[in-house]
């Protein structure tokens, strides 16, 4: 046996041998005859952050950057903006719109108007079921439109369903059915034709000093009384009363 076998023979006996395969990172190891065969590591999470080559990236960014198309204007560049010309109508000669608003004035009032007249009906019905108005005036033209402004409030110097003073009352009924009165109980007392009160009927002028009302038949008659009431059927509280018939 030459030197150099030998030689061979001895490490090859109790050795150590590492083999590293770069292809695959395989790792090979014996130790004692035993023999260990491990992976490499893979680099995850930070590790394999860390890998990454920055200074390579921000080479790249800055090679778009320069490539990238730059957009120049002239410095005497004009902007030319295309006017057109505006038309402006005032609310006044709007025709669309002054209809519209003729229109919701005309709803108003009706819608204000049926509120009234169900006001005034209500007013009568509890009226009606307080006082014992007979048979003779209903139908009566001249109480059948005292009755819309039943619940009325007393205002004195007032003539219109907003407010009724005695007098105000009376010319605001009547007018209703084109028989002008003064807006003045004393002077209302002579108008038309003083009836004796066995011959009253209703619609008479009820009067007396400083008041007048509206005879509705029996011991009843309608009226504005005083501050602080409404219009309403009431039984009559006048001792000497004086008829008046209109018309």
């Known amino acids: 046996m030459t030197p150099l076998t030998e030689l061979a023979q001895n ?3 109790g050795r150590r041998t590492a083999v590293a395969a770069a292809g695959g990172a395989l790792l090979v190891s014996t130790f004692g005859g035993a023999l260990v065969a491990q992976a490499a590591p893979v680099e995850t999470g930070h590790a394999k952050m860390n890998s990454v080559d920055l200074n390579a990236l921000a080479t790249q960014a800055r090679e778009a950057l320069s490539n990238a198309p730059v957009v ?44 009234e007249a169900a006001e005034a009906a209500e007013a009568a019905a509890s009226a009606a079921s307080s006082v014992d108005i007979p048979a003779s005036a209903i139908g009566n033209s001249v109480i059948s439109i005292a009755s819309r402004y039943i619940g009325v409030p007393y205002v004195s110097g007032g003539s219109s369903p907003s407010g009724m003073d005695c007098s105000g ?13 003064p807006h003045s109980s004393s002077a209302q007392a ?11 009927q209703p619609g008479d002028l009820m009067w007396t000093p400083g008041h007048v009302s509206i005879y509705a038949g029996g011991n009843t008659m309608i009226d504005a009384s005083k501050p602080g009431t409404v219009v309403d059927f009431r039984p009559i509280w006048q001792s000497n009363p004086t008829f008046i018939r209109l018309g």
């Open 190 to 200: 002579g108008y038309g034709t003083q009836v004796p009160a066995s011959q009253a």
């Open 169 to 181: 009352f009376t010319k605001y009924v009547f007018g209703q059915l084109g028989i002008e009165l």
């Open 72 to 115: 120049s204007v002239a410095p005497d560049a004009e902007l030319n903006v295309e006017k057109s010309a505006v038309s402006v109508v005032s609310a006044a000669e709007n025709e669309d719109y002054q209809a519209e608003l003729a229109a919701n004035e005309a709803a108003e009032a009706a819608e204000a108007a049926a509120a």
């Open 11 to 13: 490490a090859a006996v």
